[in-house]
Each structure stands twice: as structure tokens, then as C-alpha cells.
């Protein structure tokens, strides 16, 4: 079936927030232990703006994962 221009709104622009306002997040891994203990790397990337956070990481648990955010990324 074909689209018809009428029906099809396509997608809409954001309005661009402050600069980590709407994260995009993931971890790598597992990599070689680390002298610390890390074995993966917790990646938030701005939404918005590009910008990129990489932190070491011990695990992938969910408190990790808030740790690392509120105290490395907010």
C-alpha cells in the first residue's frame, strides 16, 4: 500500500534541551580486568548535543549504573 502525503505527518524535530538532558546510555564489556577491578565501560552520549561520558565500570548491576550517572554524568 502506498503512503499518502495527507496521512503521513514523517517525524518531528525535538526542541534541543540543556546539554545532558536526554541521555542515551549503554555499557562495553566485559573487557580485561583492570588493576582496579573494571571491567566495562559505561557510555552516556547527550542526545542533543553529541557529547560523550565514558567511565570504568566493576559491573553492569542497576546501582552501578545510577551511581555512575548521578555522580559522573548529571
Not at 19 to 38: A, C, E, K, S
Not at 48 to 61: A, E, L, T
Amino acid at each position: 500500500a502506498k503512503l499518502s502525503r495527507k496521512h503521513y505527518s514523517g517525524l518531528s524535530h525535538l526542541p534541543k534541551g540543556r546539554i545532558f538532558g536526554r541521555v542515551h546510555i549503554d555499557f562495553v564489556g566485559p573487557l580485561p580486568t583492570t588493576r582496579r577491578g573494571n571491567m566495562y565501560l559505561f557510555v552516556a552520549v547527550c542526545a542533543d548535543s553529541g557529547r560523550v561520558r565514558i567511565m570504568p565500570s566493576k559491573s553492569r548491576s542497576s546501582l552501578e549504573c545510577a551511581d555512575n550517572f548521578l555522580r559522573r554524568v548529571c
